[in-house]
Nanobody
Framework: QLQFVESGGGLVQPGGSLRLSCTAS????????IGWFRQAPGKKREPVSC????????NYGDSVKGRFTISRDNAKNTAYLQMNSLKPEDTAVYYC????????????????WGQGTQVTVSS
């Protein structure tokens, strides 16, 4: 089975940082684009960032651009989301997902998902 294990979420103060990790099992991430999405209660799932299989192409949502950085380590079968200068509006459940070949803002295109990890930004 295709599985992701996510970690790194938690409670952080505004202005703080967190690093989320997403490790795949059952498949090799090298040929997949990896997206990070988030969903707050009562809101639609929002694309946060995506990294292409090459690792050279990345995309960021406007609300996180300049604060978040996506990366991957194919040898470790792991993707990361470094989140800096966190704001209360970043509070959400964060999900990693994989799509073969390319990035997309549409969560419908991603067939493999992690279980989600809660990020709470509060003083």
């Amino acid at each position: 089975q295709l599985q992701f294990v996510e970690s790194g979420g938690g409670l952080v103060q505004p202005g703080g940082s967190l690093r989320l990790s997403c490790t795949a099992s059952g498949f090799t991430l090298g040929s997949y684009a990896i997206g990070w999405f988030r969903q707050a209660p009562g809101k639609k799932r929002e694309p946060v960032s995506c990294i292409w299989p090459s690792g050279t192409g990345t995309n960021y949502g406007d609300s996180v651009k300049g604060r978040f950085t996506i990366s991957r380590d194919n040898a470790k079968n792991t993707a990361y989301l470094q989140m800096n200068s966190l704001k209360p509006e970043d509070t959400a459940v964060y999900y990693c997902a994989a799509n073969l070949g390319y990035c997309s803002v549409s969560p419908e295109l991603f067939g493999s998902w992690g279980q989600g990890t809660q990020v709470t930004v509060s003083s």
